[in-house]
């Protein structure tokens, strides 16, 4: 997670515009979240199956409905329809996964959850709005989600990749829309910033893998609240 939270403030900053940030991102995370997923499959953090269809499989095909819905609108809404302002979509997404990291680092100290699938709807609605608008903040919240919702800290950070693989090609096909409506797409960015992910596709299921849980409930909720901190710093220019 982080991936696009992170990057999109930071190319915000070095002058590119979201038409040339989002697509590639929402591009780049397709290949690289359906990569690692099966990466994250193959070395145990989780186990999906269809035949019987089990909680991680539900799991999965719900965060996917109800971000995939959310992503393909908010894309409409923010590029064609509204026409939301840079400085507001990076102070947003900032501001929420800050807020995400706060209450997960608040809840960490506390061993066991109890599962509740259905408060993850909540999430995954703001999850899916995250990245059609932004590009990002997506990962943050659908993991810190999953984690407040009582999921297993590994098994939430493996659902949350393949889930925003198969989210961001709705988004993809929301801005091929958009093309043909006559929206400027630039993809120029996206050899490079799919050459980086494509590797830490490959290298993160593994380190989830070797480092022991007790991490994890503290690293993701830090992780988070410095991605927000870092955003927020870029969008006012601090």
Known sequence: MGFGTGLAPLLFVFGYSPLEI?????LSETLT????GVVHHDVDNVTFSLRPLNAETRLLGLLVGVGAGAAFTSVLLAYFAIGLSDWLIETYVSVL????GVIG?????????????????????????????GGGG????VTLGQILSGVYEKSAVAITTLTEG???ITGVIAFGYLVTRGVSVDLHLFPSIFAGGFLAALVAPYLVRVLPNT??????PVYALGIGVAGLLLSFSV
Do not use: C, D, H
């Not at 996964?97 to 995400?100: E, N, T």
């Not at 991490?215 to 993701?220: K, N, S, V």
């Open 97 to 100: 996964v800050m807020a995400m």
């Open 215 to 220: 991490l994890w409930r503290y690293l993701i």
């Open 138 to 141: 997506y990962g943050p919240v």
């Open 22 to 26: 989002v697509p590639v991102l929402l």
């Open 33 to 36: 979240g359906l990569i690692a």
């Open 166 to 168: 198969i989210v961001s």
């Open 105 to 133: 680092l608040a809840r960490a100290r506390l061993r066991t959850f109890e599962y509740r699938p259905r408060r993850l709807v909540a999430f995954a609605l703001l999850a899916g709005v995250n990245k059609g608008i």
